[in-house]
Antibody, heavy 118, light 107 residues
Framework: QVHLVQSGADVKKPGASVNVSCTAS????????VHWVRQAPGHSLEWMGW????????KYSQRLQDRVTITRDTSASTAYMELTSLRSEDTAVYYC???????????WGQGTMVTVSS | DIQMTQSPSSLSASVGDRVTITCRAS??????LNWYQQKPGKAPKLLIY???SLQTGVPSRFSGSGSGTDFTLTISSLQPEDFTTYYC?????????FGQGTKLEIK
């Protein structure tokens, strides 16, 4: 069965960085792009960026590109999302998702709650 | 960026009703339109991809249509588990933007 399993919830102080992992199982990790999406409480979904696990190529949201980095470790079938210089507005659930036909997000991780608070 | 506008933002209906949610893109996205269902505290679930293709395992009461800038999600006969929030998303070009969501409530 295809799964994406994310790391656990985290609490950070303003100005700190957070790293969220996303481990794939049940399929060839290198074959499908992994995207990151976040959702602030009570809000819609915001696309953050994606990585091609086969070659490590990435693309980021212009709004976040100065603060977000997505990497991968193919030997561990894991993608990582690092967000730096955290502020309260970054409090959100962070999701990874694997793409299917037409770049639809057909498999999602369970989500990781990141709280930024002093 | 392509803006995705859903309407209505909320909708009250009864079990057994037929409902339609609309999504409009700020420019043509061909048929690169996906629909997701999200229940509280859970990750979104893909319902429809490519504007009208039903994801495996999704009940046939869900259907999608449209192309270009205007799209619809229709639920033909609402079941109790369908009362939750729905999002459209364009995957035509990055950033892959989402609509603001439609909350479907029991009347």
């Amino acid at each position: 069965q295809v799964h994406l399993v994310q790391s656990g919830a985290d609490v950070k102080k303003p100005g700190a960085s957070v790293n969220v992992s996303c481990t794939a199982s049940g399929y060839s990790f290198s074959s499908y792009a992994v995207h990151w999406v976040r959702q602030a409480p009570g809000h819609s979904l915001e696309w953050m960026g994606w990585i091609n696990p086969a070659n490590g190529n990435t693309k980021y949201s212009q709004r976040l590109q100065d603060r977000v980095t997505i990497t991968r470790d193919t030997s561990a079938s894991t993608a990582y999302m690092e967000l730096t210089s955290l502020r309260s507005e970054d409090t959100a659930v962070y999701y990874c998702a694997s793409v299917g036909i037409g770049d639809s997000f057909h498999i999602w991780g369970q989500g990781t709650m990141v709280t930024v608070s002093s | 960026d392509i803006q995705m506008t859903q309407s209505p933002s909320s909708l009250s209906a009864s079990v057994g009703d037929r409902v339609t949610i609309t999504c409009r893109a700020s420019q043509s996205i061909s048929r690169y339109l996906n629909w997701y269902q999200q229940k509280p505290g859970k990750a979104p679930k893909l319902l429809i991809y490519g504007a009208s293709s039903l994801q495996t395992g999704v009940p046939s009461r869900f259907s999608g249509s449209g192309s270009g800038t205007d799209f619809t999600l229709t639920i033909s006969s609402l079941q109790p588990e369908d009362f939750t929030t729905y999002y459209c998303q364009q995957s035509y070009t990055t950033p892959y933007t989402f609509g603001q969501g439609t909350k479907l409530e029991i009347k």
